[in-house]
């Protein structure tokens, strides 16, 4: 039920839900959309159920899968582990319910680090004091432009023990970002056929503000046609600072 990643900031993802509607302009190129059609026509019964066309796609439709619950239970090696990277787990027709068994399972495995990424910061926000959080969860929101920073406000008031964003894919500029009560900022441009250019004025100011504030800094990728089309070199470099692991 685990897949190993190639996302550079992970080793492992886990989907107890598949399936998502667009919510933002962060939405507009969505590769999980786009892979959970492929699945479909593959035939994979996870992927079988369609979404809302106008907000969805094909094999995307949000589904629960309480058969994962298991999984992590059975990863006898400590794993960093990417939590829906098919979905989004706060979105509305996920039950508390079903979010609680998914922390359950966190508290259960201490030996694996969850991350986990929303778009739906008022959803995380108003539910938060119903869940019980892991010291091994980080939970992250996409700031994809400025018009997002609120999701950081909702964010800083959940109970998470580690909090960060992810700036990806980066389509416009963050001037002056606030960084309190944050461990962790991941940036990176767009790939694909349609990936919208990156400037590199904004990836020095959030790089900057990261330095600034103390905030470990991950630059993934200058995007483009592929994912590596532009590499991954700031200034000469790369950066793959992330939080220290808690012990397990
Ligand atoms: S929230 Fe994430 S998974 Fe859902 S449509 Fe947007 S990019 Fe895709």
Known sequence: MATTSAIEWTEVTWNPTTGCDR?????????A???????????????????D?????????????PESLEAPY???KPRIVFVNSMSDLFHARVPVDYLRQVFKVMWDNPQHTFQMLTKRSLRL???????DWPPNLWMGVTVESAEH???IDDLRRTGATVRFLSCEPLIGPLPGINLDQIDWLIAGGESGAHARPIEKGWVDEIRDSCLDQQVAFFFKQWGGRTPK???????????????ELAAG
């Open 74 to 76: 059975h990863w006898r």
């Open 229 to 243: 089309a532009n590499g991954r070199l700031l200034d000469g470099r790369t950066w793959n600072e992330m939080p």
């Open 23 to 31: 919510v933002s302009a962060g939405c507009d190129n969505c590769y």
């Open 149 to 151: 920073v609120s999701r």
């Open 33 to 51: 959309m786009t892979l959970a059609k492929r699945l479909k026509a593959m035939g994979q019964a996870r992927y079988q159920a369609d979404g």
């Open 125 to 131: 926000r108003r539910l938060s004091p119903e869940l």
């Open 53 to 65: 066309p106008r907000t969805s796609g094909p094999g995307f439709d949000l589904t629960l899968h």
